[in-house]
């Protein structure tokens, strides 16, 4: 009888595994409330803007081999929401997150691009509205956050209505009302006008990797 029900509780432990879905490379399972942007797989769900050789999907993680890829968006569209996700930049990486974004012209003007690049070991002065964690070319960090080159960092980006929240490594980088912001960039920015769109990522010029990407609604 003992034996019956371990096998019964065995059962009902993979019947609930299964439900929960796949697990998260290195989180487990979504948080409540959130749902996954990335089967950690294969690139279901996610189109490219440009040469999709460019892009894959292994050990967990999205991939952007090298520039030529234009943008991985995905099929959906989003509007309000938080997103986290993990991030690795190489020496000298450049990439960013877009959001709210068309599948049309560039993100970073007709969307927003949340900015990621190898701030300490970019060959060059950057502007602070080219920093890691900056609505490019709008709204610059507060701070650099980043994590040594090759290492994996969290960033979370919240966007509620006109509020745009970026958190990177734990840190609170941008926190922004983009009304603010529409005399002086909607005119070269008028993504920040849109209300929703696209999520996506970039291929500039080197390898950059993603991992536990997951959303919840607002």
């Known amino acids: ?107 970073a003007y007709q969307g927003m691009e949340i900015q990621l690049i190898d701030d300490e070991g970019w060959p060059g002065k950057l502007a602070n509205w080219q920093n890691t964690g900056a609505i490019y070319n709008v709204v610059p960090p507060k701070k650099i956050n980043n994590r040594p080159v090759g290492e994996w960092n969290k960033m979370t980006v919240i966007a509620k209505g006109r509020q745009i929240t970026i958190i990177n490594n734990g840190e609170t980088l941008v926190d922004a009302n983009l009304a603010d912001y529409e005399k002086e960039h909607a005119k070269k920015h008028p993504g920040i006008l849109r209300k929703d769109g696209h999520i996506g990522f970039q291929s500039y010029n080197k390898r950059v990797e993603f991992r536990n990407i997951v959303l919840k609604a607002l």
């Open 1 to 107: 009888m003992h034996g019956m029900n371990a096998m019964k509780t065995t059962l009902l432990t993979t019947t609930a595994l299964l439900l929960l879905g796949a697990p998260l490379l290195g989180g487990g399972d979504p948080p409540k409330g959130f749902d996954a942007l990335f089967n950690g797989k294969d690139l279901t769900g996610w189109k490219s803007t440009g040469n999709l050789k460019v892009w894959g999907a292994e050990n967990g993680a999205i991939f952007c081999d090298k520039g030529g890829g234009g943008w991985l968006m995905t099929e959906k569209q989003y509007g309000d929401y938080e997103l986290r996700l993990e991030y690795k930049m190489p020496k000298g990486g450049n990439s960013g997150v877009g959001i709210r974004s068309p599948l049309q012209g560039d993100p």
